[in-house]
Nanobody, 116 residues
Framework: QVQLVESGGGSVQPGGSLRLSCAASESIVSSKSMGWYRQAPGKQRELVAFISSAGSENYADPVKGRFTISSDSAKNTMYLQMNSLKLEDTAVYYC??????????WGQGTQVTVSS
């Protein structure tokens, strides 16, 4: 069972930045994909960004140009750098890791609150 531990959430003013981290309990090198979803109150969970097995970065339109996803295979960790945060970015953010023949694993979620 793969464990994903998230950190880095918090409260920030509009225009501010946060960096989320997601540490995996085993190697992420052979993942099919890995990334981040978010869920705002009363809304469905939505994909924010992911890295494909080919290493390409993909972003949802609302975060393009503001968020950057990355990973460090030596640390088995993925990151989500969030800049120019907006009120509508407020949500619980979940990381996931999809492994070949093993399924999808999720982090516990970390709260990001953007408020003035």
């Amino acid at each position: 069972q793969v464990q994903l531990v998230e950190s880095g959430g918090g409260s920030v003013q509009p225009g501010g930045s946060l960096r989320l981290s997601c540490a995996a309990s085993e190697s992420i090198v052979s993942s099919k994909s890995m990334g981040w979803y978010r869920q705002a109150p009363g809304k469905q969970r939505e994909l924010v960004a992911f890295i494909s097995s080919a290493g390409s970065e993909n972003y949802a339109d609302p975060v393009k140009g503001r968020f950057t996803i990355s990973s460090d295979s030596a640390k088995n960790t993925m990151y989500l750098q969030m800049n120019s945060l907006k009120l509508e970015d407020t949500a619980v953010y979940y990381c996931y890791l999809s492994l070949e023949r093993r399924g999808v694993y999720w982090g516990q979620g970390t709260q990001v609150t953007v408020s003035s």
